[in-house]
């Protein structure tokens, strides 16, 4: 957001400079002839002050988030007034990236700018659901109990996204080694059979043609290959990302794979929706940031899509029920809540219902891909001693 600097006189007589945020010069002359009867000049000075290191390689995890969020419980909890209280947090952080963010804060606060629209304008990677809560703490006066309820949400959410990391760890590395290790024989070890077993007379066995086959392939077309291989990466990463939802619509009907990516999605929508609305945030407004936390692009379309049914009169439940993207026990759930007067407790119960729905899942689902992995891996080897040794032992025989 742009930042005006202003002249005025208060109604004392006294000449003030600041820093007011504005969209426009016109909205920065009505909003600084709010707080002084009398403006003598105003110009455009640059941007909102935002937190230089804002790629994805120095954006904090959730983990560094629900402490920063703890941090400030704490202190503002003790009494200390809120600007204070963010450039202790900046000082006491050890994350050089969250630091920077806190201290952009407070610089954004000093021109006048809210605590919670400060949060916005301080770096990209600050989540939409802390911008939201912290506002609705700002409103109500509470700001402890928001910050409080964000390291409670953001937590739990590092926590399930550390299970399922942990999970994939093992398949991925084992994929990875069986690519190299099939790479490495293809084109370093079979060439050189190949060079005896060009010599036999007789046929060869069809898994050392085969074998033979891919080798001749892979060393004589490297470049074709590979500009082969990124020219598929490409087209396929383009059209994800102009499907990206039919993607995650068909990824929540593969077995196994499909009820845990639906039970993930349960789990960021409950969680995310249950933060924002115990902290006292409007059910579209929470709606429609949910629906960018989500992962699943699916998913997330049909909550951005029930914005406008809310809008309109309709319940929340019946809302998820007409879309289908949502479990039934999730939107029954949900009318309950609706008809109780809680939906924030509810949702917060089904929350850690998919919290554990998830981590069984992805032990389920772990539990499927090693002996997966391992009959893969063992079906290259028992390829390659065909390939290789039957001929030789046939070879040695005839000796």
């Known amino acids: 957001m742009p930042v005006y600097r202003y002249r005025a006189i208060t109604l004392e007589g006294k000449a003030v400079v600041g820093m007011m945020p504005a969209r426009s010069r016109e909205e920065a002359i009505g909003r600084t002839r709010q707080r002084f009867p009398a403006v003598t000049g105003i110009r455009r000075t ?41 450039r202790l947090a900046a000082d006491q952080s050890r994350d050089r990236t969250m630091g920077g963010m806190l201290r952009a804060v407070s610089e954004n606060m000093e021109t006048g700018l809210g605590l919670a629209a400060s ?9 939409q659901e802390l911008v939201e809560v912290v506002r609705a703490g700002e409103e109500s006066g509470s700001l402890p109990e928001a910050f409080a309820s964000l390291e409670s949400y953001f937590e739990k959410r590092a926590r399930v996204s550390s299970k399922i990391l942990n999970s994939a ?17 293809t084109v370093m070890v079979v060439p050189r059979f190949m060079e005896v077993f060009s010599g036999l007379d007789r046929e060869l066995p069809f898994a050392t043609r085969v074998l033979m086959g891919i080798s001749n392939f892979v060393t004589q077309n490297p470049v074709g290959l590979l500009a082969g291989a990124a020219l ?18 068909v990824a929540l009907r593969l077995p ?9 999605g349960s789990w960021q929508f409950a969680g995310a929706m249950a933060a924002m609305l115990t902290g006292g945030t409007q059910v579209t407004r929470a709606l429609e940031v949910t629906s960018r936390a989500v992962s699943n692009r699916f998913i997330g379309g049909a909550a951005a899509r029930m914005c406008a049914e809310l809008e309109s009169g309709r319940g929340l439940g019946e809302c998820m029920e007409k879309s289908r993207a949502f479990p039934a026990m999730l939107t029954e759930l949900v009318y309950a809540g609706e008809q109780s007067g809680s939906l924030g407790r509810v949702l917060e119960a089904a929350a850690r219902y998919y919290e554990e729905d998830v981590a069984m899942r992805t032990e389920r689902l772990l539990a499927l891909l090693e002996p997966l992995m391992l009959l893969i891996v063992g079906g290259m080897v028992l390829m390659l001693l065909l390939a290789v040794y039957v001929p030789m032992l046939t070879l040695y025989g005839e000796m």
């Open 46 to 86: 640059g941007r909102m002050q935002r937190s230089m290191r804002s790629s994805i390689l120095f954006r904090p995890g959730d983990k560094a988030i629900a402490v920063m969020c703890n941090r400030l419980s704490i202190i503002l909890g003790s009494g200390m007034p809120t600007s204070e209280a963010i």
């Open 119 to 127: 949060f916005a304008e301080s770096a990209d990677w600050v989540p």
């Open 169 to 185: 760890i093992y398949p991925i590395i084992v994929f990875i080694c069986s690519i190299v290790v099939g790479t490495f024989v």
């Open 256 to 264: 196994v794979l499909g009820k845990l990516l639906r039970a993930q």
């Open 232 to 249: 598929v990466a490409v087209l396929f990463a383009v059209l994800y990302l102009r499907r990206r939802e039919m993607f995650s619509r």
